[in-house]
């Protein structure tokens, strides 16, 4: 199977600081999170709110989803974690 991306859903973790959205390999779930320092890097303004951080994801969704699928043909956890070192 292939990963995709067919539920929109995202939601910020304030403890860990990062954004968590899912992914899935036909029938099973992969859990991404996009840390804070990684999501900075795909905007120039980022705005350190809540809001902030999901409208920064939304708006760098296609790119993080494609570091997502690179991450996730390296190592396939059901859990993965997108550090500022994976997006460039």
Known sequence: MSLTFPNPSRSYDDALDR???IGHDGMFQIA???EI?????TTKNLVRTEAGYLEAFD???SAIERVAL???SRDRNSMIVLRAADMH
């Open 32 to 34: 991404f999170f996009v």
């Open 37 to 41: 320092d990684a999501l900075a890097k």
């Open 70 to 72: 690179k991450a996730y």
């Open 19 to 21: 954004i968590r959205f």
């Open 59 to 61: 708006a760098a969704r």
